[in-house]
């Protein structure tokens, strides 16, 4: 079964690593993964189906295309 995460807690590694340790160690069976969507992705998702209009397919890929270029233009505004 997959398990993931969220939470600025998990972006300290020996949190994550924690978790993971004690997951493979307590449990058979789960597969730790790294989290499919960023938050903002995430909240869009979940403010989507609690409007009970969940997203389709077309309609996430764009999201995630538009957090992606996002995320390219913060970083290469703060390298310059």
Do not use: C, H, I
């Amino acid at each position: 079964m997959p398990v993931s995460y969220s939470g600025g807690t998990f972006n300290a590694d020996p949190v994550r690593s924690g978790f993971r340790t004690a997951l493979e160690t307590l449990y058979s069976g789960y597969e730790f993964r790294e989290p499919l969507y960023s938050p903002v992705v995430g909240a869009a998702l979940y403010a989507a189906k609690l409007a009970e209009k969940p997203l389709d397919n077309d309609a996430l890929r764009q999201l995630q295309s538009t957090q992606e270029d996002l995320d390219q233009d913060l970083l290469e505004s703060q390298s310059n």
